[in-house]
């Protein structure tokens, strides 16, 4: 079976537009309740959700859905996806469910499926549900629920505490926070309390910034995708380090005391090359993906590890890592997966342990925070318009693609694929010359751009 709604992170889109529907979610919502129907127990679904105003009426629509098959409902409101992820395990559900477009604009929304072990559903698992969505009817496979085993909803208000605990204990024992001053940067998203409350309580000195969400204002100029507000705070404050989170929290991006970012690539290296010392690195590398800079890979190389390639989406790398017994994996973007704490990426869990080797380093983020040098690599977007067929078939983008092959002549490395979340080509090119790069990426989007007017 092949998928059609869902993409590399769950069902997203324009909200309020297909597939993004009170209607569609109702549907989504009956699917996956007739799939994880499995036993005479009473099953329960957990739903949390990020700051998005459309986020009230997804989760309203999929409570419904839930309800109408017999499901228990626990609402935990708005939460980071590794909290719902942590919650479905730690509660025992059936599913877990988060409502939520990630680093998007707040016009974009998505819902996100977790299984009862806490980890995102298989290719496979979602082609099935999907396959329940098929036609205009409502009757669900398993059928719905008599009138007296309906389910029931319930807010449970202790969730946040809970991730809390989860996330400080995932802190080295022995270690403080105290005497460091850290920004932190909530992108007006799921972890807006969460988040400086961790740090806080650990021993922080905390400056947090865009915190305040008011429905419409997430990743607004702000959290992993958006850094500069975070780096001038940074450099204002005199902290000694900046954290930003994505709308969801499961991505993170840290940014050194003198305002200079660093990605996801050097943060996984850091920790691997921490953890390797330490005698507790897994699998004998790390998970990535073919986005993660050639420079990772050398410098992992020279450390005697491995760095295992793998699609675009973190839930690939984690089925890399659970193949192949690693437990550091991510994305440049700063999805980090630590797998001895968490079933997905963490962007709480990802900076304490930054926070960790930092301090037992004694050294500032600027000099310890880099462990090796990038090639030269360039990512250039193409938008075109949702519902047209991406250009990337087209004979002349083909062309493009195929000189820019030639012109690197091995020397370098060449990307060209659909977003699995949005509707963009995304180009990227990387090697050690870095004009020839910029060329070749130039040329090819030039071609795309073309072929989507």
């Not at 420079?295 to 793998?310: C, D, V």
């Not at 790398?317 to 797998?339: K, P």
Request: proline residues 4%; hydrophobic residues 45%; charged residues 20%.
């Amino acid at each position: 079976m092949t998928r059609k709604m869902f993409g590399t992170d769950g069902v997203r889109g324009l909200a309020n537009a297909e597939p993004i529907t009170a209607m569609t979610a109702l549907r989504l919502a009956l699917a996956a309740g007739s799939h994880f129907t499995r036993g005479a127990h009473r099953h329960r679904v957990i739903i949390g959700k990020d700051t998005r105003l459309s986020g009230y009426m997804l989760e309203t629509a999929l409570t419904s859905g839930f309800l109408s098959m017999g499901m228990d409902v626990m609402l935990l409101g708005p939460l980071p996806t590794p909290a719902v992820a942590m919650l479905t395990r730690s509660m025992r559900a059936d599913l877990g469910v988060m409502i939520s477009a990630s680093h998007n604009p707040y016009e974009d929304n998505g819902i996100k499926l977790f299984g009862p072990d806490g980890f995102k559903l298989s290719d496979d698992i979602e082609a099935e549900i999907e396959s329940g969505l098929q036609g205009t009817g409502f009757a669900p496979a398993q059928g719905l629920a008599p009138s007296a085993q309906l389910g029931r909803a319930k807010r449970i208000d202790d969730a946040p505490g809970r991730y809390i605990e989860f996330v400080k204990s995932s802190f080295p024992k022995g270690l403080s926070l105290e005497g460091l001053r850290v920004v932190v940067d909530c992108a007006n998203g799921a972890a807006y309390k969460v988040a400086p409350t961790v740090l806080w309580e650990l021993g922080a000195d905390v400056v947090a910034i865009a915190n305040e969400p008011n429905g419409t204002n997430i990743n607004d100029n702000c959290g992993a995708v958006h850094t500069q507000r975070l780096c001038d705070q940074v450099k204002a404050s005199g902290a000694h380090l900046g954290i930003a989170l994505d709308g969801d929290a499961d991505r993170v991006i840290v940014v050194d005391e003198t305002g200079t970012v660093i990605d996801g690539d050097q943060l996984m290296a850091l920790i691997a090359e921490s953890w390797q010392s330490a005698g507790r690195l897994g699998g004998g590398g790390i998970a990535a993906t073919v986005m993660s800079n050639l420079g990772l890979e050398r410098h992992l190389q020279n450390l005697g590890l491995k760095l295992h390639r793998t699609a675009v989406g973190d839930r690939y790398v984690v089925e890399a890592m659970r193949r192949l017994n690693i437990n550091i994996g991510g994305e440049q973007s700063g999805h980090i997966i630590l797998s001895d704490f968490a079933t997905t990426g963490d962007g709480l869990i990802a900076a304490l342990q930054i926070l960790a080797v930092l301090i037992r380093a004694d050294r500032p983020a600027s000099e310890a925070g880099r462990p090796f040098t990038p090639l030269p690599q360039l990512l250039k977007n193409v938008r075109y318009q949702p519902g047209q067929t991406p250009p990337l078939e087209q004979v002349k983008v083909k062309d493009a693609i195929a000189a820019g092959e030639a012109a690197l002549n091995g020397s370098g490395r060449l990307l060209i694929r659909k977003s699995g979340t949005e509707p963009l080509i995304r180009v990227m090119a990387e090697g050690e010359d870095k004009a020839l790069i910029a060329r070749v990426v130039d040329d090819i989007v030039g071609a795309v751009e073309a072929a989507a007017r």
